[in-house]
């Protein structure tokens, strides 16, 4: 350990440009409170010893009155000395996957409790050190109560804007969404669940909508049929064409405060791509998923096309993008497509893990 002795005689030199006994005694019991270092016992020595045995029990009984704690430091409310690195403004600061459950307005009416994941960010002034990330988390808790939906989103977003005094934020509300689903023949029925974001982006006083969502089909190659197709008429040839699990990301700007279910856009996908994923399933079912495959054989360029058609019909879906990902058992890399309406979705460069997310393991 490194002790510190002051100097007993200074010479004059010294004396010029020495601090006071009191200035010395002060920088001491700063320096006794970190217990790698030793003070000198001249100044006071049993005292620091006194402050270096503190409390090792948690104070229960402790209450933290109004007086107490407003002598708290705040260090993300400090001056802009505290800034490290470059003093510029931030576009995106708040937290991610903080998790709670919400009661979701649902089309039949009946709000269905859902564990939601929240992110939340607001943009950040150069001159400002940081943000009380709390306030929030906060935000969420006063609207725990009322049913969710878009609006209810909009409603945090400018709550919790006007606390942390930001003047561009972002809130998304992440869930799995069920759905009964019935088979195609058997008529089982299973709960088919829906990735699903409600997403509201508010840049001074203008704000978006958004709601973004995974529907998840089968896929059979068109070319592989055809080939298999030509070997059982050409060489009574048995074969199988190759079909595979495959992921439509869609993402809708939801204008003029109109209000439309998740249900219906999933109806619409449906309607546009009818080879959805089965829940429960006899065989009478897995013959019938087999002709509905035969049926509708799709490239991955045809997915996105099919899903534009169906989502430019909606008068009240602005912008949209759709994202389709064929997970190919033909190959080791996928077959990947992105097609998109208006300025809301368009990008130079994507996140390199992008398509990986795609991905539903079930």
């Not at 050190?129 to 609006?151: C, H, Q, T, V, W």
Request: aromatic share 8%; proline share 4%; with cysteine.
């Amino acid at each position: 350990m490194n002790e510190i002795v002051l100097p007993k005689q200074l010479n004059k030199a010294e004396v010029s440009c020495a601090p006071s006994f009191d200035e010395v005694k002060e920088a001491l019991e700063i320096i006794s409170r970190h217990k790698t270092l030793q003070v000198d016992n001249d100044f006071g020595g049993a005292n620091h010893q006194d402050n270096l045995d503190l409390n090792r029990s948690y104070p229960e009984s402790f209450v933290a009155d109004a007086a107490y704690k407003s002598s708290m430091p705040d260090l993300q409310n400090g001056p802009s000395s505290l800034i490290k690195g470059t003093k510029t403004g931030i576009q995106h600061v708040g937290i991610s996957n903080f998790r709670l459950p919400l009661k979701w307005r649902t089309r039949g009416g009946e709000p269905l409790v859902l564990e939601t994941s929240v992110t939340g960010s607001v943009s950040l002034e150069a001159s400002k050190k940081g943000i009380n990330m709390s306030r929030i988390m906060r935000s969420f808790y006063k609207y725990s109560d009322a049913p969710f939906d878009l609006e209810t989103t909009e409603q945090i977003l400018r709550s919790y804007l006007d606390d942390l005094e930001s003047f561009d934020a972002r809130l998304q509300l992440s869930f799995r969404y069920p759905m009964l689903k019935r088979s195609l023949r058997s008529n089982l029925e299973g709960y088919q669940y829906y990735d699903v974001a409600y997403e509201v982006i508010r840049k001074g006083a203008s704000s978006t909508r958004i709601m973004h969502f995974d529907y998840v089909y089968s896929s059979t190659c068109p070319c592989s049929l055809e080939l298999s197709e030509h070997a059982r008429n050409s060489r009574g040839q048995i074969a199988t064409p190759h079909s595979q699990r495959s992921v439509a990301r869609i993402s809708v700007v939801i204008e003029d405060d109109k209000e439309i279910w998740f249900e219906d856009l999933v109806a619409l996908c449906l309607k546009a791509i009818p080879t959805e994923t089965q829940v429960m399933v006899k065989r009478e079912d897995e013959q019938a998923f087999a002709e509905l495959n035969g049926s509708n054989p799709i490239f991955v360029e045809d997915a996105v096309r099919l899903i534009f058609a169906a989502l430019d019909q909606v008068s009240h879906v602005g912008d949209f993008r759709v994202i389709a990902s064929h997970q190919e058992s033909l190959h080791s890399h996928d077959a990947v497509s992105i097609l998109t309406k208006g300025r809301t979705f368009e990008q130079v460069s994507f996140d390199h893990r992008m398509f990986a997310s795609l991905y539903h393991v079930g």
